[in-house]
């Protein structure tokens, strides 16, 4: 038995398919890799290969086909505050609602929805639309 350290990463035969239109699309077939602490990994690879369904299998928003993914040896199975996505659009969860939005990562950290030292909403109904990314006013606490 080895003692080499598990991985931060693992990709073991990762497969993703879609269907659409009653077609079959393989965006990730048979992928494999494995990543230790201290390495740095770039996904270079043409439109269309497979590079953000693999990252967002990883990322938890997205699962395999068949196949595993592994955070420090154990599966993902869903967004998790060990690791982080940049979007290439916008970073909106479309099923959250403004608020929701704005409140999930210190939620997802534990800490109260507001704090005197951050700005708060004052209006969430401010162009008559009450959950739109425009009905937001944001002012700084009073001193």
Not at 96 to 104: D, Q, S
Request: glycine letters at 12%.
């Amino acid at each position: 038995m080895s003692n080499a350290p598990t991985p931060i990463l693992e990709l073991k035969g990762l497969t993703k398919k879609f269907e659409f239109n009653g077609d079959r699309i393989d965006a990730l077939r048979e992928a494999h890799l494995s990543v230790n602490k201290g390495e740095f990994v770039c996904l270079i690879g043409e439109s269309g290969c497979g590079k953000s369904t693999l990252l967002r299998i990883v990322a938890g928003f997205e699962s395999a086909t068949r196949g595993s993914a592994l955070m420090w040896g154990k599966p993902i199975a869903g967004p998790a505050p060990d690791r982080g996505m940049v979007f290439q659009d916008y970073g909106l969860f479309p099923w959250l609602t403004v608020r929701g939005n704005i409140a999930f990562g210190p939620t997802l950290r534990g800490r109260p929805r507001l704090s005197s030292r951050r700005p708060s909403i004052i209006s969430s109904n401010w162009w008559g639309c009450s959950d739109s990314p425009m009905s937001i006013r944001i002012s700084s606490p009073a001193a």
